[in-house]
């Protein structure tokens, strides 16, 4: 999404802060309250941090005589940056009844326009700190949503976020292997436009030759996995992994349900038999891997992700640098075409998410954006159907615990090419 | 608030009832869904809860055709009683967002038209059941505001309720003693009002002359206690109380805030600077104990508190059975008399909530009410400023575990006459 | 087992001694080591512990020129005594391998030595604190015994300990009714042999009319109870107690395994069938007061246990105030014996642990043996068949959490006489 | 440890199995049978286990009519191979008082006489096997002087195991960096001798250019870190480490204590002061990523590691493969040499454990071995002070959670080479 800067900023500006309102347009203020587990957020606090962002990081260092909005909102919107002061605890973000939803988008309106008054005037560092703030709310809008589908999961009156906002996709059948070569490769960002940076230096790895499947596994394919037991075989499984099962009785990916004989799943569109040729969504790393194991496969790693989806081409949308509009995709060599790299769900690799050589942080507190989390997460690439346009490269590298299933996480395989 | 039944229930229905939506009336939708601790319950849970008692153990009986509300209503809002079906488990209340408030304001709608259409027609048990679900909600209007009190407090932008609702009392000093002869005395319920089955039945016990103080232990007082190291001496302490000291690092009682060298509270109206002279509240049992060992006395029994209470007089307003209007307080004899006894806070006891003798608790699931939490916890005797009229009576036996402090909780001194 | 003093506890304190080091040999220096949890205490804490005890309130106040025999004990086997310094954690004492037993007995026989060097020239006062010591040993024969059970019986090896020390006994049947009638009455210690100081001070209390059984719930009876559903049932429990049932995973009383369609239960001497006739032993007071919800009966209160045991007499053994020789038990009188009121298990009352009107702890640390405990806890009046000789008497107060297990702990019905 | 078979096999058994033995020795009954936390296993537990891993993988498949030593001893030490049967449970090791040190090494009497027995005739599977229980072995002689070290720590008595086992190094002072091209080079074990199978396959990685510091972090730089709030400043911290540090009051390496102005530190020989010169130890990894932010370098990759250390060389004894001769080490270039490769901690490096490409498991249940802990942990790299001999190899991969510090754990800081 780098900009035309002076020309385009403050459209893109608009656009991606009215997307997150309107994203919370179906929700009460009750819904936009609540916090059903640590790692979720109320929509309003979405709303709210997003906002915070740029009153701390743009307003606060480029604004005349900035004085801040609340300071009340200093602590209670600030989610992890320890250096920009004090933070209310994550866990309990549900009991901040107050600010309420009106107080909060009055908080946005009142930073739009402050950004507004000064936004032609930024020098190129405060740009970019925009343009952080922008990609920074859609990595946002991604977890209201995954939030709020947790928080109405919660419900056992089933409420509907939206109509059939999930995918139920004919998926291509069978899966088919792409052979990828591997050899000596770039990977990271490297070129002008937007990364984070934990997806640079671009830098060269060797890879040995290997094959990714075409697609998704589907949800077909997992209750397969289910029910040859899949669940119950500790050989098919990490220690960790095993140890997760256990614990939380775990017996299918996470929103599913068995009701009358029949695999149900709920969705932000309601309740509804799963779909056999949709891609299974919401697994943990822990079952991905052990699907690969009983699959006779692997999880790829995030280098042969990349390479293979840079190199091999891909059908998907993938949406430009300028945040707006899809570029053509990459044009498919002889050797097939790695389907579904994006717009579905977010894929596991085997790569621990972890520094590139010679990465360094952002300066100052944005420095916390991404490094200090480089420690026992596991890597996922692609983008998923909640993810917002133009939010999405072949470089771009999302992470989570290894048993975190509330994300849109899927799963793809890959293997050894031995010829 | 036992009631000439056919002329006057109605109407103390529709009393009650409306008292607990003007209780809500200052709450946000947003404030009226968090729940911030397992013992918290959101505001639009009381709202519902209430209603769900008359819904399941008036209209479901008594309704010719009854048919459910809501059907999902019946598992949401049921509490504990396991005799009519599963329960919405207790600590997740905050992650039911829908119903929201105006739907629940609607079930209350529905409800209360409903039992207005039958209530002239209930017989004596019916009557005795619609009786039973106004005390319960009066229950639930005092834990309403216990409820919205704990809420609010964990809110750094200290938010108000309304203003001054909490007692700033000018209260008597210095404290005297009450001597009360003891004897064979009757305890527990015995005459024609209401009066929950804990209460019953009346028996008799023996009580050494005793002496109770005339007044609660004040909040200066505990200012005394604390600044004697009481908090860190375990010498004063119960066992179990020195781990809970250790456990969450009391150093002072619920809501209390040391700032720039000054006792604030938190309160319904707001945080403001401890006053001496008013009654200490929000201190668990554990607390109570160490500092009447600290001071050299000890607490009540809660047969010593009733009896005093009925004998010596006391000069609080006692609301009458009929819930509505004061009665004369007994006359204080010669020898002294008990003040706030009622109104200020609910005050410890030495006594550990169990059966009466001969206690049998009601018939069918609403014997869940009372008998099967007589385990583990103390008794409470009086009533609080957050208590609403008509609910008070000398056999009332309020109780909480021994760690609660979130509850309007005092302390009343006892000793020893030893004449 | 107060004592002609100059003549007689010098031979006392001899044989109490030797008890605990007897009942230790059976165990090798491994089993004498292990603690399996928190409440469980290793064999060679519970000999050095005593030991301790001795010195630290005997010989440090009355031996000339004290020394401790290793200052590190001080800290080490001081199990809950603030007034007199540090404690070890508790939950850790598994990990105190050394010193080992070898030096273990040497701490005692170091002290016993000492002792014995100044036992003829001690003040009555001194007197009292060997004489607490020595009761305190035998309480802690009995924690012991407990103890090691419970270690054996977390190894699937399946221990034996002894042969045979646990009781089957063809139990009295069917149980009778001992109806007893109350009034005004006396309970408490008030003679001149020795009690603790939470059986003081005698004082009075009004009973009603009311029956107690003749003998103990039977293992039989229990299956009955099993068989009928009693673990599967919210109604019979009280809140706590349910939830206690569905936490750990109860069906059954502790030690009791069902195997090849027959329960066995785990004793000291060796896994076995249970036997109907025996004495149902180690459930909580949980499942006691669920059982009798289920046969229509409830606990009986402490003191209704202690005035029908003086009352109505009891064929048991009741070790005379000598500690050494059984004096002969009180006539039964025409209604009836209260039979198994000691020597089988412990058995579970309806009452809280708190204490008497008027109690006073004992002066200094020795005060904080009982008093501190008097939160959380119930009443268990009687002994056990790991109870020593002369730890027996019918004002005796034994208490434990309502979920503890391992303990020796029976169960009485009781009800009320409603003729 | 790879053998000349039939000539050798047996002699390198038995020294191997008797040096458990001799580690053994200085412990009582009681120190062998303690643990003091899950992670820790009891002394005579590592000693019967490396026994039934004997019995288990060479016994029961190559004895002819073999029948088990004690059928419970195939749970009991069973550590976590799922496909050999059930396990007791790991955090309960600590309960298990029999069988007794002395039938354990019984147990190990036995086993080794019937493999004396049949060893001779073994064929190369089976050799393999053996070879592997030897490597086995001696992993468990260094967790258990760990563990022991561990459950000797948490005695106030401050028990001695064996005077001066601790490395007090002068060590070379300053450090210096040595420089190392990187390129593509091959990592991973490709010779004869014996590797895990998470040493494999050997295969290519692409290196920058790096540079590496010839001896690890000293526990004189450690107090540096200290002085200058190391433990106190989020921004030095990953994520999860801060956490860790607030959760479990870090303030310094495990087993050290500031006792009158001085750090001292629990060592096996005892508790004496810390030496400035020597390497630190017992710190996590987040404790070394920490202290390498704050020194402005960083950690290297375990590539970077092995890489160096075979091209740079060490001047470390590099115990050669038959596990009893130290050969020369490499010849160190001009660029410099790697000092304290091995011998004295092991070194965090910034990598993940996680399998290399094209890793295939051992066939089996010892496919448990290494694969199934390939998740959430980092590699370590070198050998430590308890390493036994000829257990030592460049590429040697250890590994353990980010918060593990009772393994001998040290740092060895890396940067970029920029030139």
Redesign the interface.
């Known amino acids: 999404m780098r900009l035309a800067r002076a020309t385009d900023q403050a459209r893109t500006y608009a656009e991606v802060r009215a997307l997150s309102e309107r994203l919370a347009e179906p929700l ?9 587990m640590p790692d979720v957020s109320p929509t ?1 606090w979405h709303l709210a941090h997003t906002t915070w962002f740029f009153e701390t990081f743009v307003l606060e260092r480029h604004e005349p005589g900035f004085r801040p909005h ?1 300071p ?1 909102f200093r ?2 919107f600030n989610s ?1 940056y ?2 920009v002061g004090d933070q ?1 605890p994550r866990a ?1 973000r ?8 009106a107080e909060v988008l009055g908080y946005r309106r009142a930073v739009d326009e402050r950004i507004a008054a000064i936004v032609d005037e930024l020098d190129g560092d405060a740009c970019d700190l925009v343009e952080l703030g922008l990609h920074h709310e859609q990595q946002h809008q991604e977890l209201l949503l995954m939030d709020i589908k947790h ?2 999961s ?4 089933r ?1 509907v976020y939206a109509p059939q906002c999930d995918p139920i996709d004919a998926g291509p059948d069978p899966a088919r292997w792409v052979a990828i070569d591997g050899g ?1 490769v770039d990977v990271g960002h490297g070129g002008d436009g937007f990364a984070y940076d934990n997806e640079c230096p671009q ?4 890879l ?1 030759p290997y094959e990714l499947a075409d697609r998704l596994v589907t949800s077909g394919e997992w209750i397969e996995f289910i029910d040859d037991g899949g669940y119950e075989r ?2 098919l ?6 140890y997760a099962v256990q614990q939380h009785g775990w017996v299918a990916p996470l929103y599913w349900q068995h009701i009358d004989g029949e695999w149900n799943v709920h969705t932000l569109g309601g309740t509804r038999p799963v779909a056999p040729a949709e891609p299974v969504c919401h697994v943990s ?2 079952e991905a ?1 052990a699907f690969a194991r009983w699959a006779g496969a692997r999880l790829p790693t995030e280098f042969e992700w990349e390479h293979a989806v840079s190199t091999a081409g891909s059908q998907d949308r993938w949406f430009a640098l300028d945040g707006l509009h899809p570029v053509a995709a990459p044009r498919p060599t002889d050797r097939g075409v790695v389907r579904q790299a994006a717009g579905e769900c977010w894929q596991w690799t ?3 998410y ?2 590139y ?2 990465f360094v942080p952002a300066a100052g507190a944005v420095g916390e954006y991404n490094g ?5 997460q596991m890597v996922l690439r692609g983008s998923s159907a909640l993810t917002p346009p133009g939010h999405t490269r072949p470089t771009y590298r999302n992470f989570f615990p ?1 048993a975190a299933r509330w994300p849109m996480t899927g799963v793809r395989m890959a293997r ?1 090419d031995d010829r």
Chains 1, 2, 3, 4 share one sequence.
């Open positions: 009460s203020p009750e819904d936009q309250t609540a916090q059903t309003k609340d009340a602590v209670l992890y320890q250096g209310y309990e549900g009991a901040i009844t107050r600010p309420g939803v928080v109405l919660r419900n056992p009156t409420p000596l830098h060269r790895v060797h040995d500790p050989d499984w990490l220690s960790d992994g095993w790393h822990y891997d085997a790569s621990a972890l520094p050589p010679g200090k989390f480089m420690s026992g290894p050894n």
